[in-house]
């Protein structure tokens, strides 16, 4: 536990934040929100009415988060921690780019696993599980054209506005109705809060974006690998093919060894689940 009482205003580290940030992300801002509907439907209405500055934006309470597929993600103020990172980019190839995001939460959250804590690891395509089954956080990213004047002059063609929701457990959610098990922070680091884990992830996550823009997913593909809670595992894809994980290219493409062989499978195609637990490793 925290030790927070739950009428006590969180104190966010906005401004340090913009002092890692600012000076290499010009017109960066960070905004608190007590509520809204969902850091990353926000950030999109603006982009599409022309806002495009860079923007951290952390929602106290959202109350119509979204996970992948459209999925609710809710959490209590404390409970959990919801922000959207909003800003232009413009890679050359926009593949693994959600993998990318969760190798740099994974990494800010925990560098190197403590004695006895539970192992942060990412699942293919966008979430970060504990232990290879309990699910800590979930990503969503989402672009939209750039449409603010000035733009068309001088932006490159594939430059759009980037929006990555990051969705986190701080404290244990109840576990009704959930596929995969839950985590949170505690598990990881007890007293570990939600403006401590912004901290540590906001300013990374902008290298990690603006890495991605200049030399895409590949540099992060080892990096990638060594929290892969999907690799070796017997997987079923959505369309009922069963497989066995073999990692992820280049591109960020899940390989899956089927019975029609290697299957490179792309997050706008299918989903995956675990088939069962993981054999040792």
């Known amino acids: 536990m925290t030790g927070r009482s739950p009428d006590a205003p969180i104190r966010w580290p906005a401004e340090a934040i913009w002092e890692a940030v600012a000076p290499v992300l010009p017109g960066f801002t960070v905004e608190v929100l007590p509520s809204i509907d969902s850091t990353n439907t926000e950030l999109m209405r603006r982009a599409r009415a022309g806002l495009t500055e860079p923007t951290l934006l952390v929602a106290e309470l959202q109350t119509a988060g979204r996970g992948r597929l459209g999925r609710p993600w809710r959490g209590a103020v404390g409970d959990a921690l919801m922000f959207s990172l909003g800003m232009p980019l413009a890679p050359a190839d926009w593949s693994g780019l959600s993998l990318a995001v969760g190798v740099s939460v994974a990494e800010s959250l925990q560098p190197t696993p403590l004695a006895g804590a539970a192992r942060i690891g990412l699942k293919w395509p966008n979430d ?154």
């Open 128 to 281: 970060l599980w504990l232990n290879g089954d309990r699910k800590l956080a979930g990503i969503l990213v989402e672009t939209a054209s750039l449409v603010a004047p000035g733009w068309e002059a001088h932006a490159a063609p594939a430059t759009r506005y980037v929006v990555a929701g990051i969705g986190i457990n701080v404290q244990p959610p109840q576990a009704d109705g959930m596929n995969t098990p839950p985590g949170s922070l505690q598990d990881v680091e007890p007293g570990l809060d939600a403006p401590t884990a912004l901290q540590r992830i906001a300013a990374p996550l902008v290298a990690m974006l603006q890495s991605f823009e200049a030399y895409g997913f590949a540099p992060v593909q080892a990096r990638f690998h060594h929290r892969d809670v999907l690799s070796g595992r017997a997987v079923t894809l959505s369309d009922g093919t069963t497989g066995t994980a073999h990692g992820v290219g280049e591109d960020g493409a899940l390989l899956v060894h089927t019975a029609q062989g290697m299957q490179a499978v792309t997050s706008s195609e299918i989903s995956v689940r675990p088939a069962g637990p993981s054999a040792p490793r």
